[in-house]
């Protein structure tokens, strides 16, 4: 082969290798700003908004998910919807946005090892791998036929598909004196 | 008795009076700003930080506390500390604070007959009342003996006495590969 060849050649391979070593390397944790995405849930067109995952706090939760073992859960909420939460504002504001992130539930034999000195036969749980995020945005014109509310339900940042996502209101009706939001601000 | 066992008695006695204390002393709902506190810990001098309760979420935790309940908890650190967090920064720089805030855990029979429809036999767990909040607070100077971080418990913005700030940085040693931070950033 020609020697100029044989270099492009060389830094094509180099170029491919260290390609191939970026697309398959696991990415660092949390960095929110790759999170968001442009694919829009059905029904309600619903995307991934940029940086929720640094969202404040509205509350935790924990699930015991029949057949499908259990889940940590945190609920955060962007600015309006923070404001709204701390002052009691129902119904809330156009443009709030609640997140719920879910992820699985583990044992921490770590945490356990520590905390059974002073406490004998006490556990420590911890998140394990991200299940999926839900949002509701709130858009009182928009979404006027779901409470002001539209869904949106993400697994490795692709949408659930429309028959999930007609689940989504019919379940939130029960708490419609709270505009359909399940959860409380954690004190 | 033996000193290690009377310490352990004193420590159990100190802590069971602040749970008789939190558990009788009804509580206003979560105005962060409200919480600041001017009263320091023992030994470290650390105070609430104002607003912590804004702060961006670390990660969630669950506690099985022998004989005294379930624990739904949240860690959430200041900006350094979360940066400090995203970009793996070990040891963490002066200045980073992480909060450890701890609830009761009550089951929801709200949320338990909405799902019980799609997923029979699913379980919800919401948190109830504050039980405490703790802080770690990086200052490599200050609390150099200490692994750098001066440490906190507030129980309704009362600090815990000396005999229980005694405990925070042994129980802490067996993280010292990981700064002494036992939580993890959830992805």
Not at 35 to 58: C, F, K, M, N
Not at 107 to 133: I, Q, Y
Request: aromatic content about 12%.
């Amino acid at each position: 082969m020609e020697e100029p060849l044989k270099r492009i050649a060389l830094f094509l391979v180099a170029v491919i290798t260290v390609a191939g070593i970026v697309a398959f390397t696991p990415r660092a944790f949390g960095h929110s700003d790759e999170e968001a995405s442009p694919i829009a849930s059905p029904i309600y067109g619903v995307t991934i908004p940029a940086g929720y995952r640094d969202w404040q706090l509205i509350a935790v939760k924990q699930l015991h998910f029949a057949g499908r073992g259990e889940q940590l859960r945190a609920q955060v909420g962007n600015d309006i919807a923070i404001k709204a939460f701390k002052e009691g504002t129902r119904p809330f504001p156009d443009g709030a946005i609640i997140a719920a992130i879910h992820w699985t539930r583990e044992a921490s034999d770590d945490n356990d090892k520590v905390l059974d000195v002073p406490f004998p036969g006490t556990h420590s749980f911890v998140v394990g791998s991200r299940v999926n995020v839900q949002f509701m945005v709130k858009d009182s014109k928009k979404y006027a036929s779901t409470g002001g509310w539209g869904f949106a339900d993400f697994t490795d940042k692709k949408p659930g598909d429309k028959a999930l996502h007609e689940t989504c209101f019919p379940c939130h009706i029960p708490a419609k004196d709270h505009d359909y939001v399940f959860t409380r601000y954690a004190p």
